[in-house]
């Protein structure tokens, strides 16, 4: 079973940075590319940014310039660098891995996501 496991919320004042980490674990062929999105409360689900196998990136274009994404493959982690957080970035962070993953039935292409962390900006 793969498990997309995120680490590093937390409260920040405006202005300030924070680190998420999303971990992949289990039995994992292949990762095609991997994935930040939030919610806000009330709010539906969107993408925050994802980054390919290749090392493409992609951001929201409210996000962009502030937040980075990156991976280290020999740790099959996944990085979201946050700068200059505001409180419309408060919201639960989510990890989302696109990748095949082996079962006992055989190789399995599918997308995982993690529990979420809280992030709360605010003074």
């Known amino acids: 079973q793969v498990q997309p496991v995120e680490s590093g919320g937390g409260l920040v004042q405006p202005g300030g940075s924070l680190i998420l980490a999303c971990e992949l674990s289990?039995?994992?062929?292949?990762?095609?590319?991997v994935g930040w999105y939030r919610q806000a409360p009330g709010k539906q689900r969107e993408l925050v940014a994802t980054?390919?196998?290749?090392?493409?990136?992609n951001y929201a274009d409210s996000v962009k310039g502030r937040f980075t994404i990156a991976r280290d493959n020999a740790k099959n982690t996944t990085y979201l660098q946050m700068n200059s957080l505001q409180p419309e970035d408060t919201a639960v962070y989510y990890c989302?891995?696109?990748?095949?993953?082996?079962?006992?039935?055989?190789?399995?292409?599918?997308?995982?996501w993690g529990q979420g962390t809280q992030v709360t900006v605010s003074s």
């Open positions: 989302n891995a696109d990748l095949i993953a082996w079962t006992a039935t055989g190789p399995l292409l599918d997308d995982f």
């Open positions: 289990g039995s994992i062929f292949s990762i095609n590319g």
């Open positions: 980054i390919t196998n290749r090392g493409v990136t």
